[in-house]
C-alpha cells in the first residue's frame, strides 16, 4: 500500500495497519541506520520551525540525511516572513515548489493542516501548538510496541501537563485505537480538557470512567488520578459496570508511565498551575520502588526539567533515551512512505480493527467561528482566506468540531437551506436543542451563535425558540 | 562565453545577451530539475544573511542542493559578528577562503558589492537594502519572457511601494535595456526616487514622461500613475512627442502588472505614507475585470500582505507562485555560470542592443561622503577601509553616483589638479556650474562639497565662484 | 596511533606527537580540498551553538562537507531547549543519538565537558566562555609551524584581551607545551588569570618571570608586558637566573605577535578595563616598522575591531586570514581523526618530550563548590546531576583544581576519611595549611571551605586549627 504524497497531520491520518508497517519499516532502518542513503537521494526536505525546537528538528533533518537527502531550513520563521504579515498558505505554496517534503512546527493549532493544504506535496507536522504532534507519538508508540511485543490490552499512565501536552493528545487517541487502557494522572490546574476526552469516547468507542467513580482505587493509588479509558476490547470491561472494571485496572501493575513537563511557554494561561505543584510528586527510584512499577516502561517525551529524577537514568525500566533515538528511524520510515520510495504492506486484519467515524461537514458562512483563540482560522493573516469549516460529531447537544483544531463548538440555533431555499415564508430558526436538529438533513443544516445573527440573515424565530 | 569568477551585485552586471544564454540554461534546468546533481558536486555555498528572508534563501539553498552542491548557511548574522564589531570585508575574505560561491542579503546599501571586491570567489546579491535584488529581476524577467515570448516592445505597470521596492528598480532598469515601455503607479509616497528615474534616462536613453504631462490619459487610467518611461526602440515614440506617444500607450492593453507590497520595516521613514493607505486599491478581480486587462500577467514578488487579494489565486493570470517556483531553475542557471561549470552562447544580435555607458570614476579623498544614510561606505564598521567612490555621470549639472548604491550627488565646487600640482600660485577653486568644470581633463578632477573643505586643502576662490 | 572516539575539549587532550600527526594530516588536506569527499560520507556532524558565531560554525561545517559528511546545526540554542530548563546532558545524550560527532560553543566554562561525558560520540570544544578553545589553537600553531617550521625555541607575543580571550590560553599551554618562550602584553584589565599562569609553571615546568623583575627590559619594550614564560628547553635559560634570560629574550625579534580584541561581550565584567584602552596601542604598520619586527608574523584569530589596522592587511608579514583559511584544513584532519576513518603515525621522540602530569582526583560531597560563576557546575539546571570535583594539583598551600572549567580554589581545612571511618574518636579535621596535609593519603582526603561545614559533617576541630 502506497503512503505516497499524503501528508501526517494528525494520528489519524494513519489507520492502525499503516502505523504497524511503518513500525515494520523503521525495524528495517533501525537495523542499518548507515544503508539507507540511496533511498532518497536529490529529495529536498523544507524544515520550517516557527516554534524553537532543537530535538524533534535535528531529529527529521538527521532522518533525512541519513536516507541520502537533503534540508532546507528555516528556524524561528516567526520572525522572518510572518513579520512581513504573509499568510502560512502564501508560504506553503512557495516553499512547496522548492522542496520535495515540508516539516512543519508551528504555535497555531491547526497550522499544519493549511500547509498541507496549500503546500501541494507531503506535509508532516511536527507540532501545531496543544493540538498535535503525530511523529512524537509514533516514536513513543514503537517503544512500547518494541518493549512489550504489542500495545492492546496493556496499562499506560500518562502524568503531568495533559492540558498543554500535545504530545499526549496524540498519545491517548493512539492508545485507544490499539487497544490499551489510559489512565489519566494530571498535574491540577494542567487536566486534560474536555474536547479531548470527548473524542477519545465518540471516535473509538471506549468507556471513561471519571475521579468521582473511582474513590476507592483512588485511595490506595500513588497520585492523583483524573480519569481512567476502557477500550471496548478491555478484558477487564464488565458490561454496564466500566467503575468495577476501571477499579480492577487499578490494582494491577502499570506497563508505562509517561511523565511530561509542565511547559512553562503555555502555563501563564493556566489559571492555579502554580499552586499545585508543590504537592505534586516527582517521578523518581523513590516513588516507582513499589511492586505495580516493577516492570512499568518510564517514558517521557524530553525535554525534562525537574518532573522525572537524574537517578531514573541509569535504571533500566528507563526508556526516554531510547525514545529520542527510535526518532531517527521512525522518521525515516515516515519520510520513506509519504515520498514514495518505500511501500508498507498491510494486513487486513489490522486494518478491520477500527472503523474511522465519518461526520458530516458544516461549512456554511453563518458567522460561526472556531472558539479556541490560538485556532489557525482565527489569525488575522489567516482570516483573509481560511473559511471556517466544522464537522458535525453529534447531535444532542448539537456539536461542531473544528477540522483545524479539533476545539468544538455548540451553536444554541439551527435553520435549514431548505425553507429558505423553497418557501421563503417558513425562514426561520430554531433552539439547538429541539427536535428540529434531527430533522434537517445534514447538507440543508445551518447553526447560528446568536439570534441576533439568524435575523441578520433574515430568520424569524420559530415557536422553538425559548 | 564564460561567466566564471564573474558576481551578480547589480542587474547591470549581466549584459541583455549573458541573460538570454541565461534563461536557456535556465530553461534545461527546469526541464529536470532532479537531473543535475553532477553540476556542482563537491561545491560549497555560502548562504549569508544579514536581514530575515526565508523564500530568497530557500530558493537559493535549494537551487544549490538540487545542482549537488552543499550549502552553509548564516541567518540573521547580525546578531553574531556584526555584534561584534567586524567588518563586512573581513567576514567576507573569510568566508570566501570556506565556500566557493557566497549568497549575501543585508539591510546596507552596496553592501553586496563591498562583499564581491573582497571575498574573492563569485558573489550574488540577494538583496541590499533598498538597492537592487538581481536575481529576483532575474526572475521576473524569466516569467513575462517565458509568458510573452519576448520582452522586448511590451508595456509593464509597476505598482505598490516603487520607493523602497529593491525589486522594482532593478527590474525597472532590467525592462528599460529589453526595450520595454513602463508605467509607474506609486502609492503615494512611496514614488520613484529621482536616482532611479535619472538613471534611467541616462543609462537607457529612453523617454520618461511625467505626471504632469499625461492630464488626460491619467483620467481615463484605473489608478494613479506617475510617469511613463519609453525606451527608444517603442513603436510608438514619435521625435519630440513622447507627450502624445505615452498617452497612445495608455489607451492599450497592459501585458503585466507588477504588483508590490509596501515594507513596513521602512515605511517608517516613509513621511506621509500612511495617509496615501486607504485610497490605494486592493488589485483583485474586480479592479482587473476590464478589457485592458484581459491578458495582463498578475506578477508579484512576494510576500504578500493586503495590496493583492487571494481571489487572484486561481486566475489564469496569476503568475507570482510560478515566478516564486521559477526562483530554483534561474537561480540553479546562474551559479552554475558562475561557478564556471556552464558557459551560454551569447548571440551577437542581443550584445549589440544596448552598449553599456562607461564614465570616468572619482576617488580622490577630497571629503566627499555619499548622501545616503544606509550606503555601506558610510557605517561605523566599514568607513574604517572603505575610500568613497563615486561615477561622474554628468557635467552640467555637476553629477557624480556613488559606486556602492547609485546615490547621486551634485557637489558645488570644483577644481583641478593639474594646476595644483604644477603651478601653485594659481592652485583655485571654481563653482561647479562654471565653464570650469567642462573644461578640466576627468582625471584632473578635484570636487569640494564645501568652500572650507576646499579652502583647507589649500585652494583659493577663483573669480568664478559665486 | 587512532584517535578514534575521542574527544577534543581542551588543547591537552592531545599529545605533542598526536598534534603534529594531525598537522601532517591537515597538510594533506590542504593540498587538496576538493579531493577527499569519500572520507566522511554518510557521517553526521551535530553543530550545536549556544553563542553566536559564524566564522568558527561556518569552518567546522565546511570541513565536514569537503569530507563528504553532512551537517545538522543548532545556532543560537539558547533560545531554544535551553529556555524550557533542559539539561545540557540530556541534550547531548539525545543529539548523540543522531549523529556521528558533536561539535558544540556553549557559554558555560565546562559545557564542553559535559557534553563530552554525556553524548556517546566524539565531542569538539568549539569555545566554552572564556575557557578553552583548542581547534582555534591547532590552527595559530599549524600557521606558526608552516611559517617557521617548527614551533620549539621561538619567541611569541600574546596581546590584547589575555583575561577572557579563551583562544590565547589555549595557546599559551600549547606554546608552553612545544618549547616556545610566551611574552604577555595584556590591555590594562585584560591580565592574564592567575590560575592560567599557574597551569603553565606547575603543568609545564617552564618559569614565569613576572613584570617587576623586569623594570630595564621593559623600558626598551614598546608596549606592556606583563609576563615572560620560558619553558625548560629555551636555549637562554640560565640555571637560577630566569630574570636574565627574560632580558636577552626581550633584546631580540619577535617571531610572532598574536593580537586579540577585547571582547565587548564580557568587557562589561572587567573592571577599569575601559580606563586602560586609550593608551593601548594599535598594531599598524607604524608600531611594526623597527627591525625587531622584521620578520614577526602577525596574528589574530579574528572577528578584529580597531586594535588590528587595515594597512596591515596586504602586509607580507600579516597571516590573520591564511590561519582562518587554513581552519577548514585542520578541522578536516580532526574530524577525520576522532571519527576513525584516518590515523596518524606518531613518533616516539615527540611522544616524550612531555610527560603529562596526573593529579589525585577530589570528588566528595563536601560542600566544596567551584568559584567560577559561570563554570558549568554552577548552573542551575546543570547542578542537578553536575558534582564538583577537582585535581589536587599542589599541597603547599592547598590548592584544587576543578576539572570542568580549570578555575582553582584553596580549601581552608581538612580531614582524612580514615579516622572518621576507623576511629570515630578522633573525628578532627585540621588547618589546610597544617603539616597534616600532606600526610593524609589522597584518596583519604576530606576538605572543607568553612568551620560550620566540618562541624556540620561531625568533625571537631583539631588542636592544628588556628
Chains 1, 2, 3 share one sequence.
Not at 504555535?107 to 506535496?121: C, R
Not at 512500547?144 to 500535545?166: N, Q, S, T
Not at 511530561?260 to 505543584?277: D, F, S
Not at 482565527?378 to 482566506?385: H, P
Amino acid at each position: 500500500m502506497s503512503l505516497a504524497n499524503r501528508s501526517l497531520v494528525t494520528i489519524d491520518d494513519l489507520s492502525n495497519g499503516e502505523i504497524e508497517g511503518l513500525f515494520s519499516l523503521a525495524d528495517v532502518m533501525a537495523g542499518s541506520l548507515a544503508g539507507q542513503r540511496e533511498l532518497c537521494c536529490g529529495k529536498i526536505m523544507a524544515s520550517l520551525f516557527f516554534e524553537p525546537s532543537t530535538r524533534t528538528r535535528l531529529s527529521f533533518e538527521a532522518a533525512m540525511i541519513r536516507l541520502g537527502g537533503q534540508v532546507i531550513s528555516a528556524v524561528d520563521v516567526g520572525a522572518t516572513s510572518l513579520a512581513k504579515g504573509e499568510s502560512i498558505a502564501d508560504m506553503a505554496r512557495v516553499v512547496g515548489s522548492y522542496a520535495d517534503i515540508v516539516v512543519i512546527r508551528h504555535p497555531w493549532e491547526g497550522a499544519a493542516k493549511v500547509v498541507a493544504d496549500y503546500a501541494g506535496i507531503p506535509v508532516v507536522n511536527a507540532g501545531d501548538g496543544g493540538h498535535e504532534h503525530p511523529t512524537q507519538t509514533l516514536c513513543d508508540l514503537y517503544t512500547i510496541k518494541k518493549e512489550r511485543k504489542g500495545i492492546k490490552g496493556l496499562k499506560i499512565a500518562l502524568w503531568g501537563d495533559l492540558k498543554y501536552g500535545r504530545t499526549v493528545h496524540s498519545l491517548a487517541y493512539a492508545l485507544a485505537r490499539f487497544g490499551a487502557t489510559v489512565l489519566f494522572h494530571p498535574r491540577r490546574g494542567f487536566e486534560v480538557p474536555e474536547h479531548v476526552f470527548r473524542k477519545l469516547v465518540t471516535e473509538y468507542d471506549g468507556e471513561l470512567v471519571r475521579y468521582e467513580a473511582l474513590g476507592q482505587a483512588l485511595e490506595e493509588g500513588l497520585f492523583p488520578l483524573d480519569a481512567v479509558y476502557m477500550t471496548p476490547s478491555s478484558p477487564h470491561q464488565l458490561a454496564m459496570m466500566p467503575e468495577i472494571s476501571a477499579q480492577v485496572e487499578l490494582k494491577t501493575g502499570v506497563d508505562a508511565l509517561y511523565v511530561t513537563r509542565v511547559q512553562k511557554e503555555r502555563q501563564a494561561a493556566a489559571a492555579g498551575g502554580q499552586g499545585g505543584e508543590k504537592r505534586y510528586p516527582v517521578v523518581n527510584k523513590r516513588l516507582l520502588r513499589g511492586k505495580k512499577f516493577q516492570r512499568t516502561l518510564i517514558m517521557h517525551p524530553l525535554p525534562r526539567v525537574d518532573e522525572l529524577a537524574f537517578d531514573m537514568d541509569e535504571d533500566p525500566r528507563s526508556m526516554y533515551f531510547k525514545q529520542a533515538s527510535q526518532g531517527v528511524p521512525v522518521r525515516m520510515a515516515l519520510i520513506c512512505l509519504l515520498l514514495g520510495v518505500k511501500e508498507v504492506t498491510v494486513s487486513e486484519e489490522s486494518e478491520s480493527m477500527l472503523q474511522r467515524k465519518s461526520y458530516p461537514v458544516y461549512e456554511r458562512d453563518s458567522g460561526l467561528r472556531c472558539p479556541n483563540a490560538t485556532c489557525v482560522s482565527n489569525q488575522e493573516t489567516e482570516k483573509r482566506y481560511i473559511k471556517p469549516k466544522f464537522r458535525v460529531v453529534r447531535l444532542k447537544p448539537l456539536t461542531l468540531r473544528c477540522v483545524y483544531c479539533d476545539h468544538e463548538l455548540q451553536p444554541r440555533f439551527v435553520a435549514s437551506s431548505d425553507w429558505h431555499e423553497g418557501k421563503l415564508e417558513s425562514k426561520k430558526y430554531h433552539s439547538a436543542d429541539s427536535r428540529w436538529t434531527r430533522d434537517i438533513r445534514p447538507e440543508k443544516l445551518i447553526v447560528f451563535d446568536s439570534e441576533e445573527r439568524a435575523k441578520a440573515e433574515g430568520f424569524r424565530p420559530s415557536s422553538y425558540v425559548r
